[in-house]
């Protein structure tokens, strides 16, 4: 194992039951197994999903009690016996998937998200909003020294996701794409990285504050939603034909959008949904769908690859979206603002108050 100090208590936020709170009391420092890492978190982002796990919005049980959090960046401060390729002093990131069986057939592709064994960091097993996380070696980022692990912290989760889902809608440098919730942490960097690879983007969300950071961060259009009579018609009127984007990014936590997505796509256009509001479906008109060609499918956060490619987009520099750093025993205020729908881009607890 190694030769840092590690404590055997530490400060940590536990959801002790569905629907919450989260408890901010100390608890044990865990002690990784062979094949894990125990990284020293010092900046986690607060994700969505984490609100949705204590809420327990999805079709998936969490573990109980548990500690969420999965956009975790900080310091390897020991490792199992069989870890070889990550030292001690190493930047490191506690990712949403935490580890996979890296046997079954999807792993054997490097489609690791769709390993039907996988360990869900904040859900499955414990995540980073504690000091001190465990991830197995194989799955943790791998964070170069010359990033800020506050600034890193959200790419963890939101970056590498909606990177992963803009590859998945195909769109091509040049093309619009609409993305709808961009004023949030996700959303926020969408639009990043959609300016970055070279696509024309249409922000969709609500208010004046939101529509302001969009434009800041690159979006040549803001559709507020709170506001339009007919968000319909002025997505399409947003692009230089009027026939609507060649792809859309549903990263918003409501149902309506999804519904109304298949209506301004652009024909043989590209609808993928990654926002997973609780309880709702999918509905498009089957009609339009055929005689359109209109592709609609979903996106799950990305592989190791695409971890990496992120990181480094962030790296070099391409991708700086909003945030803000509050202590980490502030984390149920952050959560009361996100189901306010009251965050533009992304908070990041820090661990060390
Ligand atoms: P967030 O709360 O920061 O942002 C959501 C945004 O959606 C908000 O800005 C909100 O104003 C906006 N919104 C709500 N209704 C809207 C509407 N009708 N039209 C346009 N915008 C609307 O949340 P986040 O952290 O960015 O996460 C977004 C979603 O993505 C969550 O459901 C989360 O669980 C999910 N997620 C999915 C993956 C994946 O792999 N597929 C990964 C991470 C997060
Ligand atoms: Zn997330």
């Known amino acids: 194992m190694s030769a840092v100090q590690i404590p055997t208590e530490q400060w940590a936020q536990v959801v002790e039951k569905t629907g919450g709170p989260a408890v901010y009391k100390k608890i044990p420092v865990p002690t990784p197994g062979p094949d894990e890492v125990l990284i020293n978190i010092k900046y986690s982002g607060v994700c969505h999903t984490d609100l949705h796990a204590m809420m327990g919005d999805w079709p998936l049980a969490t573990k ?21 390729e990550v030292e001690i002093g190493d930047y490191a ?7 996979s069986c890296l046997n079954c057939s999807f792993c054997q592709q490097s489609d690791e998200s769709l390993c039907p ?10 995540g980073s909003f504690q000091q001190y996380a465990i991830g197995k070696a194989a799955h943790v980022a791998r964070i170069p020294k010359e990033c800020s692990l506050e600034a890193v912290a959200p790419i963890l989760c939101a970056g590498l996701t909606v990177y992963k889902a803009l590859k998945e809608s195909g769109a091509r440098p040049g093309q619009q794409v609409a993305i709808v919730g961009a ?7 969408a639009v990043q990285y959609a300016k970055a690879m070279g696509l024309h983007v249409i ?11 969009c434009a800041s961060l690159g979006a040549e259009d803001y559709i507020d939603f709170s506001k339009s009579k007919n968000v319909v018609q002025d997505v399409k009127n947003a692009t230089p034909d009027g026939f609507g984007p060649h792809a859309v990014l549903l990263l918003a936590v409501s149902e309506g959008p999804f519904h109304q997505a298949s209506e301004y796509v652009r024909s043989r256009g590209v609808i993928v949904c990654v926002g997973m509001p609780a309880n709702a479906f999918l509905k498009a008109p089957v009609f339009d769908t055929v005689v359109r060609m209109i592709t609609i499918k979903g996106s799950y956060v990305g592989n190791r690859q695409d971890t990496a490619e992120a990181i480094d987009f962030f790296r070099r520099g391409l991708i700086a979206a909003p945030y803000k750093v509050v202590g980490l025993s502030k984390l149920q205020d ?9 965050i533009a881009g992304r908070y990041v ?5």
């Not at 064994?117 to 414990?126: H, M, R």
């Open 64 to 84: 109980m009690p548990f500690v969420g959090g999965h956009e975790g960046a900080g310091v390897v401060v020991a490792r199992g016996e069989l870890v070889k």
């Open 93 to 99: 990131g506690i990712k949403w998937l935490n580890g």
């Open 117 to 126: 064994n996988p360990l869900l960091s904040g859900y499955t097993v414990d």
């Open 183 to 189: 004023g949030g942490g996700l959303g926020s960097l």
């Open 203 to 213: 922000a969709i969300d609500g208010g004046e504050e939101k529509g302001k950071m």
């Open 334 to 342: 952050v959560f009361n603002l996100m189901e306010e729908g009251k």
């Open 349 to 353: 607890v820090d661990t060390s108050s």
